[in-house]
């Protein structure tokens, strides 16, 4: 049971809109919030950026596990998540418990869910052993069906709108791989450690652009 949670936000480009959402959140229980700046290294190229993106989770975990915390609830500093975010993700009841929102600078914006795949069928003890693309590659119409059911089981997505569970984080250590975010290979890990990763279509998400724009998932 989620009772004592963590709110951590890493503070690169930090959005009003994330700031006022976050003070919204609505919970019965212990709540603690940590806005934390720490970029160490100089510099704003993307090798940069993946490099202290890659320090503030690896802090922010840490300080995490030194608390009592029950579960550490993600929301990076342009999401701007809805005020029962927080007690949706954590009716859920599963390891990991996804807010949607849309990835950045793409034309057709592309939803943070990706599809979870049956277990392999000459193994049932196994999950199938790649991860699936987002539900809304395509025509759309995986995407409006877990919009319909409302709470679908899913394979990972970001760091954005994440409720992770105590002992997920303490098995799971945050690592770089092939110059992108820590928060793939996480996931990766996370998906093949057997965490249980759901989602809620119905906590959705705004994600501000470098130009102000609010993308919301449609």
Known sequence: MV???????PVYRLEPETVQAIMALEWDGPLSFLLQRDNPLP????????KNHFHQYVRGRDYFLRGNYDALL??????????DALKK?????????????VYRNHENPIVNIYEFYANNPVSKKQRAR???SSLSIGDGSK??????????????ASFGCV??????????????EGGGHCDTPWTYDAYRWGASMWADTSVICG????????????
């Open 3 to 9: 009772n004592d949670v963590l709110v951590f936000t």
């Open 43 to 50: 510099g704003d190229d993307r090798a940069t950026g993946v």
């Open 74 to 83: 993600f929301i990076e500093s342009d999401i701007i998540p809805p005020p």
């Open 89 to 101: 993700l954590a009716a859920l009841d599963c390891d990991v418990a996804y807010g949607c929102y």
């Open 130 to 132: 790649n991860m699936g």
């Open 143 to 156: 995407w409006e069906e877990a919009k319909a059911k409302g709470i679908v089981e899913c394979s990972g």
């Open 163 to 176: 409720l992770i569970k105590r002992h997920v984080m303490e098995a799971i250590p945050m690592r770089l």
């Open 207 to 218: 994600h501000k652009d470098t130009d102000g724009t609010i993308l919301w998932p449609s």
